[in-house]
């Protein structure tokens, strides 16, 4: 059997580590919002090379704080237009319509499934007033067209960054693009916690202090609340996993990336769509994304070898129930890529024989 990801295998190797570390956590007394949560956020944003990174309890919680933290500021109003990859995972869509304001779903660039600036531009009216960049399966969208969009429309920018933990532009660091990102820290995640878990990072000192209140009842100070706001912290058990799960990323990164190069030297038959990757990049390489018209015979051919598949993801946010105002969007190439898309194992802990097996497989596969 070749697990998808093997969450077990990947969290034992640092074992002795990660015990230490909880074992540090309950020995000093102090669960929530101490020396492990400070450190973390330190660490964390000097890995993105940011200002700040202000932990919350996970990913769709920093991106709903950070647009919340924009109304608050009065940067945004109810009602503005988000511009966001209609082929994203739902908690993009569910941060902006959360905060009463507007997705606009956009078309992916067809290669990479990330934004494309033109299909931004075009976009673009009087009422948007920020753009949601969603760097799918590890790689950054065109963040320097992006943000010279943003710039000439004075736009917000809010990158997610839940599946690109490290990814680079010309050596700029996922998360330091935008004018905040939202990480997600979830176990599968590139650097995944022992549970859920999240982050802002930003360089605006005004939105930091913001979002540290908000994700503390809208508390700046102990018993003044300066907001209504919410109960999203990072404990200090999951920060002091992350310090470990950090300082191994890099190595994990590395690994990932060669297994990536394997698959795209290996893998041939003309019916299986590869990963497009930039020049410029540095993919992260969070899923591997093959795309295949008959999707369902090669899932199913996987499958009968023990070989584990899943889709990232089945149905677009605008086709969920969630969005019935949504199911009637034209948005054919969005379609056409939910329908066509799987996601091959990509785990740092596979060896050779697992990679030279899907490889030869996914050749004989007679599409
Ligand atoms: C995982 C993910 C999220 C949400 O993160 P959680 O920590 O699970 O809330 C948001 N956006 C994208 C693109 C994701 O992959």
């Given amino acids: 059997m070749v697990p998808f990801l093997d969450l077990q295998k990947i969290n034992q190797q640092y074992q002795s580590e990660l015990k230490e570390a909880c074992s540090r956590v309950i020995d000093s007394g102090w669960y929530i919002m101490g020396n492990e949560l400070t450190q973390f956020e330190t660490e964390f944003a000097a ?26 500021l009065g940067k945004l109003n109810t009602g503005d237009e988000v511009i966001v990859q209609a082929n994203t995972y739902i908690a993009s869509v569910l941060a902006i319509t959360e905060n009463d304001l507007v997705p606009v779903l956009v078309e992916p660039n067809p290669g990479s499934y990330n934004l494309d600036p033109e299909t931004v531009v075009a976009a673009i009216t009087p009422k948007t007033k920020a753009i949601l960049p969603v760097h799918l399966y590890g790689q950054l969208s ?39 990102a939202g990480f997600s820290f979830y176990p599968g995640k590139n650097l995944g916690a022992l549970g859920d878990a999240g982050a802002i990072t930003t360089n605006d000192d005004e939105l930091a202090q913001t979002l540290k209140a908000l994700r503390n009842y809208g508390s700046h100070k102990k018993y003044e609340n300066l907001y209504q706001g919410v109960n999203s912290r990072l404990d200090e058990i999951q920060a002091a996993v992350l310090r470990v799960k950090l300082r191994f990323l890099e190595t994990e990164t590395l690994r990932r990336q060669i297994i990536s190069q394997k698959y795209r030297v290996g893998i041939t038959n003309p019916s299986i769509i590869l990963p497009h990757v930039a020049n410029e990049q540095t993919h992260v390489w969070h899923l591997f994304v093959i795309r295949c018209s008959n999707r369902e015979a090669l899932q199913k051919l996987l499958n009968d070898h023990d070989v584990q598949t899943l889709i990232h993801y089945p149905i677009p946010p605008h086709k969920q129930k969630a969005y019935i105002s949504f199911n009637d969007y034209y948005l054919p190439l969005t379609e056409k890529i939910h329908n066509e898309i799987l996601s091959i194992p990509l785990d740092p802990t596979m060896d050779d024989d697992s990679i030279e097996k899907i490889i030869k497989l996914l050749n004989e596969y007679q599409g």
Avoid: F
Avoid at 162 to 180: F, P, Y
């Fill in 47 to 72: 890995y993105c090379g940011t200002k700040y990174a202000i932990g919350v309890a996970n990913g769709l919680d920093a991106l709903i704080l950070t647009l919340r933290s924009w109304k608050e």
């Fill in 142 to 180: 065109p963040m320097p067209e992006i943000m010279a969009i943003a710039n000439a429309h004075n736009l917000l920018v809010l990158e997610d960054c839940a599946q690109a933990h490290g990814a680079e532009i010309n050596g700029k660091r996922a998360g330091s693009w935008g004018d905040a």
